[in-house]
Every structure is written in C-alpha cells, then in structure tokens.
C-alpha cells in the first residue's frame, strides 16, 4: 500500500531526540515556574493589572523583559472617537525598510505588552530589513471580548489604508505568539472580508490556540512547561466571560471554525467556471515545539489552511515547550532554531 496522504515527522516527538540545551531550557522553564508560584494573575488577592506591573519589575517567574532605546511609541486611531491604539515600532538598524510586519503579543488575552518583546523582534527586523510594529490591544479582564480584537483589526486596516511614512513602506506580514497568533489569524480572516483588493505577503502563526472551547491536547495539558489546562481557562474565561463552550467557537473568536473554504474559489476560478472570485489566503508559517498544548490546534488550522487554497508549512521544534521563543536565544539553541525558522519565511515571501 502507498504511504499516507498525510505524513507527520514523528521522530520530532520522540523524547529521545530532545538535545541536552532543550533539557536544560525545559528544567529551566520548570524551575522558574515553581519559583513563582506563589503569585499567580487570577489571585484574588492579586489581580491581573498588579500581576503585570510586578512582571514589568521582574518580580514574578521570569525576569523584566529588555527594552530598547531605539524602539519608539506611536499612535493609530481607533474605532472610537477621541481614543488612540498605542503601537511599538522597531525598525532595522541599518538600512532601508521592506515594508511593515504586524506583532500581536501573546499572554491569553490578559498579560503581555506591545514592548515586552523587544528582543526578539529587533532581531527579526535586522535580519529581514521589515518595520516590526506590535499592537498594544486592550486585555482582559478590564476589557473583555471584543476590545482586544477590534483593536488589531483597527491597526491593521490603517495599514493598508495609509503606510505610516515613506520610509516603513507597506503593510507585508502579520504573525503572533499563543493568544496573539490567534488574533494574527483572525486579523487576516478580518483583511480578507473587509478589504478584499489587498494581498499579504504571509503570515506567521506560532504556537497560537486557534480553538477557544480547547481541543484535546489542550483540554488534557498538565505538563507544566510554560502553561497548562488549567492556565489557559483561567485566560480565556477572563477574555471571554459567561460564554458557554459551544459560543466561544464563534468564528468571530475562534478562527478554527471559520468558513475559510470559501477562499478556495480564487485558486480554483481560472479552472472552475462556478467557482466565486474570493481573494486568497496568504501564505503561512506554523511554527511551534513538541512539548506544547497547542499541537492539536496548529495541526488542524494548518490543514484547514491548505485544504482552502492558501499555501501552508508547519514546523516542530523539537521538545521546545510553550512560549520558547521568550527564553534568551544566547542560551538556548532551539530558540534560535525558531526565530530562524520565521526569519527565512519571512525572507522567503519577501
């Protein structure tokens, strides 16, 4: 018999084949987790905006994270009359810009900041000459469903509808990390609806959570590398509030159950008389590790991806947990691996 129409590198699962640095970043990831323990966001006695400013002080399990002085604050209107969506811009430090890269941040929908990741994507900015802009969206609990998402949507229809300057140049990628790779994808579902002329050049897509209700490897998590089952409720009945599990996969919410086939009628339309004049879905990257609650997600939203036309690769870094790519790159080489992995996409699609 022939082999499978889907084939899965399964070695990359096998822990045995998890090196000596990702154990280390593993055990560090656990270690660092246990320190902190003791404060916890949904603490009653805490709180989410007390959890961030001790994280901004570096008084929970991971240390503050850096921030560049060359990275700049701007302003992008909203919706609402009167009230500005404040924005961090990185761009490379040498010259000219390609075009712009939209960030959302991860953090469930509750944590996080658009200038906590100014490592990582000062580095994606250097390496591929992109404007890197990341969305400081509203969070939740303060502002549940859909303030964060509207936000995000609002930047990105600004930056199709006017380029920043001259010299950022055009709107060419979004992407994000967990919650934010989730609006990532449901960002580009957004720009496919409502400005249907405009084309990406690709999306980045890194260990996101596509389905809120959670599917399996989600529902049953309990190692405690970076999040688990019961972390991730925690977030999400935060973001979403009194939603029963059947409403939060809204399509709106959950970019799994969104009807993306109907985008397959612009690859089919020169072959198939009947098929609708849709644009396409743009190309997408699925980066995430093997010891992650997120696989069943990135698998499923890979495949549906391609079943509805648009191009799509997933790649696993071996034994990498949850939210890798936050881990100083210096110390561990599979956070490397992956920023490498999106830097030649990025390159690639470029």
Same mark, same amino acid.
């Given at each position: 018999?022939?082999?499978?129409?889907?084939? $899965?590198?399964?070695?990359?699962?096998?822990?045995?084949?998890?090196? +000596?640095?990702?154990?280390?970043?593993?055990?560090?990831?656990? !270690?660092?987790?246990?320190?902190?323990? +003791?404060?916890? &966001?949904?603490?009653?006695?805490? +709180?989410?905006?007390?959890?961030?400013?001790?994280?901004?002080?570096?008084?929970?399990? &991971?240390?503050?994270?850096?921030?560049?002085?060359?990275?700049?604050?701007?302003?992008?209107?909203?919706?609402?009359? %009167?009230?500005?969506?404040?924005?961090?811009?990185?761009?490379?430090? =040498?010259? %000219?810009?390609?075009?712009?890269?939209?960030? #959302?941040?991860?953090?469930?929908?509750?944590?996080?900041?658009?200038?906590?990741?100014?490592?990582?994507?000062?580095? @994606?900015?250097?390496?591929?000459?992109?404007?890197?802009?990341?969305?400081?969206?509203?969070?939740?609990?303060?502002?549940? #469903?859909?303030?964060?998402? =509207?936000?995000?949507?609002?930047?990105? =229809?600004?930056?199709?509808?006017? *380029?920043? *300057?001259?010299? !950022?140049?055009?709107?060419?990628?979004?992407?994000?990390? *967990?919650? %934010?790779?989730?609006?990532?994808?449901?960002?580009?579902?957004?720009?496919?609806?409502?400005?249907?002329?405009?084309?990406?050049?690709?999306?980045?897509?890194?260990?996101?959570?596509?389905?809120?209700?959670?599917?399996?490897?989600? /529902?049953?998590?309990?190692?405690?590398?970076?999040?688990?089952?019961?972390?991730?409720?925690?977030?999400?009945?935060?973001?979403?509030?009194?939603?029963?599990?059947?409403?939060?996969?809204?399509?709106?919410?959950?970019?799994?159950?969104?009807?993306?086939?109907?985008?397959? +009628?612009?690859?089919?339309?020169?072959?198939?008389?009947?098929?609708?004049?849709?644009?396409?879905?743009?190309?997408?990257?699925?980066?995430? %590790?093997?010891?992650?609650?997120?696989?069943?997600?990135?698998?499923?939203?890979?495949?549906?991806?391609?079943?509805?036309?648009?191009?799509? /690769? $997933?790649?696993?870094? =071996?034994?990498?947990?949850?939210?890798?790519?936050?881990?100083? !790159?210096?110390? @561990?080489?599979?956070?490397?691996?992956?920023?490498?992995?999106?830097?030649? @996409?990025?390159?690639?699609?470029?």
């Amino acid at each position: 018999m022939s082999l499978s129409d889907i084939t $899965i590198r399964a070695e990359a699962f096998d822990l045995d084949h998890i090196d +000596g640095s990702t154990s280390m970043l593993n055990a560090y990831v656990i !270690s660092s987790a246990s320190a902190g323990q +003791g404060v916890k &966001w949904h603490d009653p006695d805490v +709180g989410a905006a007390k959890f961030r400013a001790l994280q901004d002080e570096g008084k929970t399990s &991971w240390p503050a994270p850096p921030k560049f002085d060359y990275g700049e604050y701007i302003s992008v209107p909203s919706r609402e009359a %009167g009230r500005e969506i404040k924005c961090r811009l990185l761009k490379p430090q =040498e010259g %000219g810009s390609k075009g712009v890269f939209l960030h #959302f941040h991860g953090g469930g929908h509750v944590l996080g900041h658009a200038d906590w990741q100014d490592s990582n994507l000062s580095n @994606f900015a250097n390496r591929t000459g992109l404007t890197l802009i990341s969305v400081e969206y509203r969070l939740a609990p303060e502002s549940p #469903f859909p303030a964060g998402n =509207e936000d995000c949507y609002d930047v990105a =229809e600004y930056l199709v509808d006017h *380029s920043l *300057s001259q010299d !950022s140049g055009p709107l060419k990628f979004v992407g994000g990390e *967990s919650a %934010g790779a989730s609006l990532a994808a449901l960002t580009v579902l957004h720009l496919l609806e409502k400005r249907p002329a405009f084309a990406l050049a690709g999306v980045c897509l890194t260990y996101g959570i596509f389905d809120l209700s959670l599917l399996p490897s989600a /529902r049953t998590w309990t190692n405690p590398l970076i999040t688990n089952t019961e972390a991730v409720k925690n977030y999400f009945d935060a973001y979403l509030p009194n939603l029963s599990p059947d409403e939060r996969r809204n399509p709106a919410i959950s970019p799994m159950y969104h009807p993306i086939f109907q985008y397959r +009628g612009s690859v089919l339309a020169s072959k198939d008389p009947y098929a609708t004049n849709k644009p396409q879905l743009p190309p997408a990257l699925f980066l995430t %590790g093997t010891q992650d609650l997120v696989l069943d997600d990135m698998v499923l939203m890979h495949f549906k991806w391609q079943l509805a036309g648009g191009e799509a /690769r $997933i790649k696993f870094v =071996e034994g990498a947990p949850h939210a890798f790519l936050l881990v100083p !790159s210096q110390q @561990f080489k599979i956070v490397g691996q992956g920023e490498g992995l999106i830097v030649e @996409f990025l390159k690639e699609k470029l």
